[in-house]
């Protein structure tokens, strides 16, 4: 099953619970939440009491992408803020296991993230613990990037990975996806897709089914494959 996980980085913020329901009563699966600190990546983005404004605002899973170093101290926050799964860079906790119990421990799934630079052997003694493994295609730290084509080949090696735990863990890509390369990403393993400015940039009138078209076409991409 495919899913579509439109990153809000890329949202009217002043108008964010709209383009929440907006962009899922489209077809969308899930909210990528995209948290940035300014020191971990050079952006500053957005916190828990944004994540708590929204969690009344939708059913769909709320998917938190911790882009903050350290991050034990801000993930039971998202976790009472009402985040279904959250996920974090490895370099960016002291104890990567640890990370995943706390996670767990506070009633969400648990992502593990690895930049375009960081090597896939952090998985060999987690994978077993993880729900989510997310492959960036862009350093992260800003949105509307190009697409890095070496996150085909880290897909294709994390898909194996996964296929051989027998564990159904989401294998999630994020940076520079569009409808045109859609299809290639999925081939490559991926199950669920980010995409921000591909989808927000779609649509900037007042019209609820204006994402209706973008969403559409993702669909009919990955129905090729």
Same mark, same amino acid.
């Given at each position: 099953?495919?899913?579509?996980?439109?990153?809000?980085?890329?949202?009217?913020?002043?108008?964010?619970?709209?383009?929440?329901?907006?962009?899922?009563?489209?077809?969308?699966?899930?909210?990528?939440?995209?948290?940035?600190?300014?020191?971990?990546?050079?952006?500053?983005?957005?916190?828990? $009491?944004?994540?708590?404004? $929204?969690?009344?605002?939708?059913?769909?899973?709320?998917?938190?992408?911790?882009?903050?170093?350290?991050?034990?101290?801000?993930?039971?926050?998202?976790?009472?803020?009402?985040?279904?799964?959250?996920?974090?860079?490895?370099?960016?906790?002291?104890?990567?296991?640890?990370?995943?119990?706390? @996670?767990?421990?506070?009633?969400?799934?648990?992502?593990?993230?690895?930049?375009?630079?960081?090597?896939?052997?952090?998985?060999?003694?987690?994978?077993?613990?993880?729900?989510?493994?997310?492959?960036?295609?862009?350093?992260?730290?800003?949105?509307?990037?190009?697409?890095?084509?070496?996150? $085909?080949?880290?897909?294709?090696? +994390?898909?194996?990975?996964?296929?051989?735990?027998?564990?159904?863990?989401?294998?999630?890509?994020?940076?520079?996806?569009?409808?045109?390369?859609?299809?290639?990403?999925?081939?490559?393993?991926?199950?669920?897709? +980010?995409?921000?400015?591909?989808?927000?940039?779609?649509?900037?009138?007042?019209?609820?089914?204006?994402?209706?078209? @973008?969403?559409?076409?993702?669909?009919?991409?990955?129905?090729?494959?």
């Amino acid at each position: 099953m495919y899913r579509l996980a439109p990153s809000i980085l890329s949202a009217n913020f002043a108008k964010l619970g709209q383009e929440v329901t907006d962009v899922i009563d489209s077809g969308a699966d899930i909210i990528h939440f995209d948290v940035m600190d300014n020191h971990y990546v050079p952006n500053l983005t957005i916190g828990p $009491l944004v994540c708590e404004a $929204l969690r009344p605002v939708t059913d769909a899973i709320i998917d938190v992408h911790l882009m903050v170093q350290p991050v034990d101290r801000i993930i039971p926050d998202f976790a009472k803020a009402g985040a279904n799964i959250i996920s974090f860079h490895p370099e960016a906790s002291n104890h990567i296991d640890r990370t995943i119990g706390l @996670i767990k421990e506070q009633g969400c799934k648990a992502g593990l993230v690895f930049n375009p630079a960081t090597p896939l052997h952090y998985l060999d003694h987690v994978l077993d613990k993880l729900d989510l493994v997310l492959i960036m295609s862009v350093n992260p730290g800003f949105g509307g990037q190009t697409f890095i084509p070496e996150a $085909l080949n880290k897909l294709r090696a +994390v898909r194996k990975r996964i296929d051989a735990s027998g564990k159904d863990i989401m294998l999630e890509i994020d940076g520079g996806v569009k409808v045109d390369n859609i299809a290639e990403i999925a081939r490559a393993g991926a199950d669920t897709f +980010v995409a921000g400015s591909a989808v927000y940039q779609a649509g900037k009138d007042a019209d609820p089914h204006r994402y209706d078209s @973008i969403v559409a076409a993702f669909r009919a991409e990955l129905a090729k494959v």
